[in-house]
């Protein structure tokens, strides 16, 4: 028994135990294209609108106000049906194949986009583009968490929004030089790129132990770290994981360590929304051609969405240093200041020339010569030509700071692991759901009352996202999970003793390895 001991419980020799991070870094690259082709395809009525709106559209193609409001609304009622479709699909056929499988209605849209000869093609193909969407956005962020370890999980995390944000930018590039049926048939390379890469890259190792395939997860595992890896550990803190985990009743959903993060996680999805992010970049280029810009409307797009990759990239690094709150108190302030300099212009400033009495009402004309016109009778390239520019460059570098990822961090730190997978996809729903109906009614107010109403509104919710912030948001940066569920559990404090929180929480904490693998687990949950 002496002689074996030491065997067992030898330390591993760096040759041993060093990861090698490349082939992990091949499985996360051939994922997030999934995210890049989510971006583009978002974004994609920004550039397309103002050209089916025109004058001297193909009459089968033109759109009205109607028409226009669908076609940017309805990806977003897509992305709802295909975030609920990927909650069924990563349980019954796993996290690659749910992300595989997400490039089917991507290639039929964008075909049925590319080849349009009516405007049902369009919204069909749109709708399609948004459940492939919701389908990436909510399988890929669990796949990439439950291959990475935690040296690399909080930098690969931040991967699949980076990379969506990089899709939009490219779109807005492609804009005002490529036709909008080429824009479609670009957009099928990433998802066809995707599906072969992934091919050849490993099931989740998670995902493999909880069917029982041990051995198939430890050659997962191997191939992810590098063949001197040792796998023991890592699979037995998942295991360990998995055996844990418990379902939950209606009635335990009623005390507080349950429905307080839920209904704070819904509610900030759905402020997230109402902030008006999702409309501001579909229309992006529709916005532009309304306010007077001193620039033309396609390259203020793309100057846009490289501010928004500048400032993901930011938000990134600054995550686990400043703190949740404080990035949100940020980014609440910029967005507000930013989003009432945009209602204060949009009152104050002239109404673009139409052909109907001069009234507070603005025409929604979307095409590309009317936002010439208006570019020209701003006259020089002044500070107020400017603003609104400057002021939507502000708004969205302080959502990418604030309320873009941390509303996706803090769902996944609040949420009890037992209700994360319901709670979740409800998450999901309202988000996606509010985006819909906010974005169908933004054509429409802009129509009836110019862009004023739509951004004071977002102005007001504003408010309501600072004042939320600093009333039902705890602070989480450097807490563990039991930490967490125990400040809903009291209410008061984070800090337990070790026996309430092992008489009160259930199963006790692991220790030494098993301890380090469950703060893991917490910093990987998808962001």
């Known amino acids: 028994m002496g ?137 890929i962020p669990v796949y990439i968490s439950e291959i990475s370890h935690k040296a690399v999980r909080g930098a690969l995390g931040s991967c699949p929004q980076i990379t969506a944000v990089f899709g939009a930018l490219v779109l807005y590039a492609m804009g005002p030089a490529v036709p909008w049926r080429w824009l479609a048939v670009a957009g099928e390379v990433p998802a066809v790129l995707m599906v072969v890469l992934l091919a050849f890259m490993p099931s989740s190792p998670r995902r493999l132990l909880a069917l029982g395939r041990e051995q198939q997860a430890e050659r997962a595992l191997r191939w992810l770290r590098g063949r001197h890896y040792d796998t023991r550990t890592e699979l037995s803190a998942i295991q360990d994981s998995i055996d844990k985990q418990e379902k939950v009743t209606w009635s335990r959903l009623a005390t507080p360590i349950y429905y307080k993060p839920i209904l704070i996680s819904v509610v900030m999805r759905f402020l997230q929304q109402m902030t008006g992010i999702t409309p501001m970049l579909v229309y992006l280029e529709t916005i532009f051609s309304k306010s007077n810009v001193s620039l033309p409307p396609g390259y203020d797009a793309v100057i846009v969405g490289a501010v928004r990759l500048l400032s993901v990239v930011v938000a990134a690094s600054l995550m686990d240093r400043a703190g949740r709150k404080a990035l949100l108190y940020t980014s ?27 009234n507070l009402t603005v ?73 819909f109906a906010l974005t169908h009614a933004f054509s429409h107010l802009v129509d009836r009352y110019g862009l004023y109403v739509p951004y004071l509104g977002f102005t007001v919710v504003c408010v309501l996202c600072l004042l939320f912030t600093a009333v039902c948001i705890p602070e989480t940066r450097g807490r563990t999970l039991e930490e967490i569920e125990n400040y809903f559990r009291t209410g008061r404090t984070f800090t337990i003793s070790r026996s309430a929180s092992v008489a009160e929480s259930g199963p006790p904490a692991l220790e030494g390895e098993g301890e380090a693998a469950y703060g893991a687990l917490r910093k990987g949950l998808p962001e």
Not at 28 to 53: C, E, K, Q
Not at 332 to 358: E, K, R
Not at 364 to 378: K, V, Y
């Open 3 to 139: 002689e074996e001991t030491p065997l067992l419980n030898r330390r591993l020799t760096a040759t041993e135990s060093k990861i090698h991070n490349s082939k992990l870094f091949l499985a996360v690259f051939s994922a997030v294209l999934g995210n890049f082709s989510f971006g583009y395809s978002l974004v994609y009525s920004s550039p397309v609108l103002p050209r089916l709106t025109a004058p001297d559209a193909d009459p089968r193609l033109r759109m009205g106000t109607e028409q226009a409001a669908w076609f940017g609304s309805i990806y977003t009622l897509g992305a709802a049906a295909g975030g609920l479709g990927a909650m069924l699909l990563n349980d019954l056929i796993g996290r690659k194949l749910s992300i595989m499988t997400s490039a089917v209605p991507s290639t039929i849209g964008y075909m049925l986009m590319g080849g349009a000869v009516d405007i049902r093609m369009l919204l069909v193909g749109r709708f399609l583009t948004g459940v492939a969407g919701g389908m990436t956005a909510a399988s």
């Open 332 to 358: 609440s302030l910029l967005m507000f200041l930013s989003a009432l300099t945009l209602t204060v212009n949009s009152h104050t400033a002239a109404p673009p020339p139409g052909p109907g009495p001069p």
């Open 363 to 435: 025409s929604f004309d979307l095409s590309p010569h009317n936002a010439f016109g208006n570019t020209l009778d701003a006259g020089p390239q002044t500070a107020a030509g400017l603003t609104p520019l400057i002021s939507t460059m502000v708004f969205i570098f302080g959502y990418a700071m604030g309320w873009g990822p941390i509303t996706w961090l803090l769902m996944s730190e609040v949420l009890p692991l037992v209700t994360r997978g319901v709670a979740s996809g409800l998450c999901v729903t309202v988000s996606w759901l509010t985006a």
